[in-house]
């Protein structure tokens, strides 16, 4: 993450399930969470713990943006990750056209609607 914020590119999206941060022993989502560069960084988290302790941290502390179960949905899936780098790019203020192909037209949609 370091190396990609060096580098200037963007960190749009991460799609884990409860990993450990190698070099910060928190959990990886709650410690982008914390990071400032990375504050519109859309995070999904997929796991097959689904207690109650689990939720709480990927709503509050990690501030997940999806929460899936293991046996997640292809499709469903997709379409979400493209809905949330829709959102990524307008919070961003980035021109949308070049992405356009790749992004959510109903979340483009919404969005323009709005700015109407």
């Known amino acids: 993450m370091d190396e990609i914020d060096r580098q200037g590119d963007f960190l749009v999206l991460i799609v884990s399930g409860i990993t450990q941060c190698a ?6 989502l709650e410690y982008i969470a914390e ?15 689904t207690s109650k302790e689990v939720f709480i ?14 046996d997640w949905d ?15 790019i307008f919070a961003k203020g980035l021109e949308y056209e070049k992405y356009q192909a790749h992004l959510d037209s109903e979340t483009i949609l919404k969005r323009m609607r709005r700015t109407v």
């Open 23 to 28: 070099s910060c022993d928190v959990p990886l």
């Open 35 to 49: 990071d400032i560069r990375f504050i519109h960084t859309k995070r999904i988290l997929i796991s097959n713990d």
């Open 57 to 70: 941290n990927a709503i509050n502390i990690a501030h997940v943006n999806r929460f899936y179960e293991q």
């Open 74 to 88: 292809e499709g469903m899936l997709l379409k979400q990750v493209r809905v949330l780098v829709t959102k990524y």
